[in-house]
């Protein structure tokens, strides 16, 4: 029996946990269909910037017409995405994307504290008061995209639901500068993920499963069935992928799949169903090992000596 990949995400009922997520292969009609094709369940839209709205710049125009061209060309759930910081008119984009036909709206907050005088209180403020205001022009589902960086993110990411919040994307990548030397200048420096970054949401969401009422994905890190499949352990709903779709084509999602149909077959489930949750913090047989006692593991007996170190490989 072919093992069962569907799952359901802020509502919505998907074949599969695998989500393309936001990059420039869900910024093209023609990108968007092979992503279908080869199996993506869902697709995020790239990002309008909430800069790009106050400067009244023709990208956010471009944005909505994409979203209703993609609703015209795809027979899966299309997510449109906002990037912001602060409330402002600016959020009525929100409402115009809902009309050109998103399924639902993913809410980007990336925002860096660099005032010596913004305290945590502040940012943690900020940012539910934008996610309220978002949440006010909306009646489809809302996603918030959350940095991990918060003193107590477990609190944070259920006040946030609290706020308006229908799911929980963990996490976003802050993508730092380089400096060039050469020019005395700074330049961005994006760079892919690994499968190692993966690890800071699935703790994050083992430790939410069940505890808050929103749907958790995890996004950055995702390169394998392997590592979509430990997110559904961990309690997420779905797993959210863009570098290793960007280094390996759209393709790469039909192996995806089929690789998470056989492993899960061949270990006895049915469905995503009784994997979904099985090692979440609710239920471990070890909850610390999420906690500090697998720091302490870490440090003390993981790596006995440091020539052990050559034995670890980045990926290619």
């Known amino acids: ?157 259920d006040l946030v639901v609290r706020a308006g919040a229908d799911g929980i994307v963990m996490f976003n990548r802050f993508y730092q500068p380089d400096i060039d030397l050469d020019s005395g200048e700074l330049r961005a420096a994006p760079s892919p993920s690994v499968s190692q970054e993966l690890r800071t949401a699935l703790r994050w969401i083992a430790v939410l499963h069940k505890r808050v009422e929103a749907s958790l994905a995890a996004t950055g890190g995702i390169h394998s069935a392997r590592d979509a499949l430990k997110v559904i352990a961990a309690g997420g709903d779905v797993a959210m992928m863009a570098s290793a779709l960007l280094m390996r084509g759209p393709d790469h999602i039909a192996e995806v799949l089929r690789d998470m149909r056989t492993w899960l077959g061949r270990n006895g489930y049915e469905s995503l169903t009784r994997l979904r949750g099985s090692l979440s913090h609710r239920v471990s047989n070890d909850p610390a090992g999420f906690e500090r006692s697998m720091y302490m593991e870490a440090i003390t007996n993981s790596i006995k000596d440091a020539r052990e170190l050559s034995s670890f490989h980045l990926p290619d």
Request: glycine share 6%; aromatic share 6%.
């Open 1 to 157: 029996m072919t093992a069962d990949l569907s799952t359901t995400y802020l509502g919505l009922a998907l074949d599969s946990p695998v989500v393309a997520s936001s990059s420039p292969l869900t910024g093209t009609i023609d990108e968007l269909r092979k992503l279908e094709d080869a199996g993506v369940a869902a697709v995020v839209l790239p990002s309008v910037f909430q800069e790009k709205i106050v400067h009244e710049g023709d990208e956010p125009d471009r944005r909505l017409d994409l979203v209703a061209d993609a609703k015209g060309a795809l027979g899966i759930p299309v997510i449109a995405s906002l990037n912001g910081t602060t409330r402002g008119p600016w959020v009525r984009h929100a409402r115009l994307f809902q009309e050109a036909g998103a399924d639902a709206l993913e809410l980007n907050v990336y925002f860096l504290a660099t005032d010596i005088e913004t305290t945590s209180t502040m940012v943690e403020l900020q940012h539910l008061d934008l996610v309220e205001a978002v949440r006010g022009e909306l009646s489809i589902p809302l996603a918030v995209k959350m940095s991990p960086y918060f003193n107590a993110f477990a609190h944070m990411a």
